[in-house]
């Protein structure tokens, strides 16, 4: 259920938002126990939102641009009043006491809150696996995760649990998920959207940004939730283009750089490199240029995003003591003992490796052999990028290097697990956006997503080549159907 088709029925008088609003609910209590995309749902304030716009409708008075659009949110994403649990114990009875800026401006657009969804414990992990409140299934295939870590939000998307859903992408959460669900999601550039109200993963790299059922949906939510705030000093003054106006804009002539070291990798699979291929030959035949360019230093993104994510957690989750808020163990016999026990009990498996990683990448004697080295590699793989961008106006790559693996596959095998954001990484550490958009399937009937990289605050030019390519292809005929 895209958005003019849920504008459709409001404005043909089919449906009231309300109704609109309590037929997903009743979706939700019914199918998602399989998909186990949602950790709440905020049901009682949806309906009285939508009675609002509703009024508003009656009244023939005007509507803001997202008027009853009902949207999910990734659990890691403080809402006012409502669990911000970050899929973990440390946070399981978390009630945020303020609504982060991203989801403040959707609601004042008119925006409809769903509910929470689930995710990888704090963000950390390609599966939505390691959740306090257990798996999210893929809805293409039960028996599948849906990515990481905003698995749940990809997930209801395209259950139809929701019209749009916030993810938070650090190395790829948005644009993985997306891919794995067949849908379409977007991580703008590192300042666009604010910060605040994110639980902070790692701080220098971590974006919130949409998963949407298709691209025009995307440019709307972005257009919403951008912008300077004053809470958020990493966040661009820079003026926010209308992103729907370009959308249909012809791109012919538009240069298309095809980053050779991604094609050529040992692990990217072979179907999931035919698919995109297919789609770069449709871009050709739509007018753009095809052209080649390397980045020699994409492949070491893995390598340095493993260094400087954890270094940053290690960082931002000492916060996390069992005094100010969150997990307090019971047994702790002084101060120090609490908090190391709190620490051990509240936090999982995969939040207290990345933890030791971080914390022994910044100890004294190793910063300057791992951290700083990563620095330098990062500015490195930004470098590779700057200059791709002498020469082409976009970057195309297979968003993963696989669709989406079984449960259980890599659970117990961190670092197979983590190759999973070979694709995605290098775009974080260089603070650039990107969108992922489904280009085909594989053998198994899985979706495969396209990566499309576009150079600093040019998320316009990259909406318009993935709506082109979009409505070109028609990839996503029928949805799974909850
Ligand atoms: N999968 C990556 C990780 O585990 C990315 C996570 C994210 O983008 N939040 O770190």
Same mark, same amino acid.
């Given at each position: 259920?895209?958005?003019?088709?849920?504008?459709?029925?409001?404005?043909?008088?089919?449906?009231?938002?309300?109704?609109?609003?309590?037929?997903?609910?009743?979706?939700?209590?019914?199918?998602?126990?399989?998909?186990?995309?949602?950790?709440?749902?905020?049901?009682?304030?949806? &309906?009285?939102?939508?009675?609002?716009?509703?009024?508003?409708?009656?009244?023939?008075?005007?509507?803001?641009?997202?008027?009853?659009?009902?949207?999910?949110?990734?659990?890691?994403?403080?809402?006012?009043? =409502?669990?911000?649990?970050?899929?973990?114990?440390? /946070?399981?009875?978390? =009630?945020?006491?303020?609504?982060?800026?991203?989801?403040?401006?959707?609601?004042?657009? $008119?925006?409809?809150?769903?509910?929470?969804?689930?995710?990888?414990?704090?963000?950390?992990?390609?599966?939505?696996?390691?959740?306090?409140?257990?798996?999210?299934?893929?809805?293409?295939?039960?028996?599948?995760?849906? $990515?990481?870590?905003?698995?749940?939000?990809?997930?209801?998307?395209?259950?139809?649990?929701?019209?749009?859903?916030?993810?938070?992408?650090?190395?790829?959460?948005?644009?993985?998920?997306?891919?794995?669900?067949?849908?379409?999601?977007?991580?703008?550039?590192?300042?666009?959207?604010?910060?605040?109200? #994110?639980?902070?993963?790692?701080? @220098?790299?971590?974006?919130?940004?949409?998963?949407?059922?298709?691209? @025009?949906?995307?440019?709307?939510? #972005?257009?919403?939730?951008?912008?300077?705030?004053?809470?958020?000093?990493?966040?661009?003054?820079?003026? +926010?283009?209308?992103?729907?106006?370009? /959308?249909?804009?012809?791109?012919?002539? /538009?240069?298309?750089?095809?980053?050779?070291?991604?094609?050529?990798?040992?692990?990217?699979?072979?179907?999931?490199?035919?698919?995109?291929?297919?789609?770069?030959?449709?871009?050709?035949?739509?007018?753009?240029?095809?052209?080649? =360019?390397?980045?020699?230093?994409?492949?070491?993104? &893995?390598?340095?995003?493993?260094?400087?994510?954890?270094?940053?957690?290690?960082?931002?989750?000492?916060?996390?003591?069992?005094?100010? !808020?969150? !997990?307090?163990?019971?047994?702790?016999?002084?101060?120090?003992?609490?908090?190391?026990?709190?620490?051990?009990?509240?936090?999982?498996?995969? +939040?207290?490796?990345?933890?030791?990683?971080?914390?022994?990448?910044?100890?004294?004697? !190793?910063?300057?052999? !791992?951290?700083?080295?990563?620095?330098?590699?990062?500015?490195?793989?930004?470098?590779?990028?700057?200059?791709?961008?002498?020469?082409?106006?976009?970057?195309?790559?297979?968003?993963?290097?696989?669709?989406?693996?079984?449960?259980?596959?890599?659970?117990?095998?961190?670092?197979?697990?983590?190759?999973?954001? /070979?694709?995605?990484?290098?775009? *974080?550490?260089?603070?650039?956006?990107?969108?992922?958009?489904?280009?085909?399937?594989?053998?198994?009937?899985?979706?495969?997503?396209?990566?499309?990289?576009?150079?600093?605050?040019?998320?316009?030019?990259?909406?318009?080549?993935?709506?082109?390519?979009?409505?070109?292809?028609?990839?996503?005929? *029928?949805?799974?159907?909850?």
């Amino acid at each position: 259920m895209n958005f003019n088709s849920f504008r459709k029925e409001i404005v043909s008088n089919n449906a009231s938002v309300k109704e609109l609003v309590n037929d997903i609910f009743a979706k939700i209590d019914h199918k998602d126990p399989e998909i186990n995309s949602y950790i709440c749902t905020t049901k009682d304030s949806a &309906i009285s939102q939508a009675e609002k716009i509703d009024k508003l409708i009656q009244n023939n008075e005007d509507l803001p641009p997202l008027a009853g659009i009902p949207i999910a949110v990734k659990d890691n994403i403080c809402t006012k009043g =409502v669990a911000t649990t970050c899929a973990s114990k440390m /946070l399981k009875n978390f =009630v945020a006491p303020y609504e982060a800026t991203a989801s403040s401006k959707l609601w004042s657009s $008119g925006g409809i809150c769903l509910g929470k969804t689930n995710l990888d414990e704090f963000a950390m992990g390609s599966s939505t696996e390691t959740s306090l409140f257990g798996v999210t299934s893929n809805p293409w295939d039960i028996n599948r995760v849906p $990515g990481g870590s905003s698995g749940g939000s990809a997930a209801s998307v395209a259950a139809g649990f929701c019209a749009a859903a916030l993810g938070s992408d650090t190395g790829g959460s948005i644009r993985q998920p997306a891919s794995f669900c067949g849908v379409v999601g977007l991580k703008p550039t590192y300042g666009r959207v604010s910060r605040w109200g #994110l639980v902070a993963f790692a701080s @220098s790299l971590d974006q919130i940004g949409p998963i949407t059922n298709n691209v @025009s949906d995307a440019a709307e939510i #972005l257009y919403s939730i951008s912008g300077k705030d004053p809470f958020d000093s990493t966040c661009l003054d820079k003026t +926010v283009p209308n992103y729907l106006a370009d /959308l249909n804009k012809s791109i012919k002539g /538009l240069k298309i750089g095809i980053i050779k070291e991604c094609f050529e990798h040992p692990g990217l699979n072979s179907e999931v490199k035919e698919s995109v291929l297919s789609g770069v030959d449709r871009f050709k035949t739509l007018g753009a240029e095809i052209i080649e =360019v390397e980045c020699p230093r994409f492949n070491d993104g &893995i390598a340095t995003y493993y260094v400087i994510a954890p270094s940053e957690a290690s960082a931002n989750l000492a916060r996390y003591d069992g005094v100010k !808020y969150g !997990y307090r163990s019971n047994d702790g016999l002084n101060l120090i003992d609490m908090t190391s026990k709190s620490r051990a009990e509240g936090f999982g498996d995969e +939040v207290q490796r990345r933890i030791l990683i971080g914390t022994y990448a910044l100890s004294a004697g !190793y910063t300057d052999a !791992y951290y700083k080295k990563a620095q330098k590699v990062r500015t490195l793989i930004r470098n590779d990028f700057d200059n791709a961008f002498k020469k082409v106006d976009l970057l195309l790559t297979p968003t993963c290097p696989t669709t989406a693996f079984l449960k259980g596959d890599f659970i117990n095998d961190p670092l197979s697990m983590y190759l999973s954001d /070979l694709l995605t990484v290098p775009v *974080n550490l260089a603070g650039l956006p990107a969108i992922s958009i489904p280009c085909g399937f594989d053998t198994k009937g899985l979706p495969v997503g396209m990566q499309l990289i576009g150079n600093v605050l040019e998320e316009d030019r990259i909406l318009n080549a993935a709506n082109i390519f979009e409505i070109d292809a028609q990839v996503i005929k *029928n949805r799974p159907v909850f």
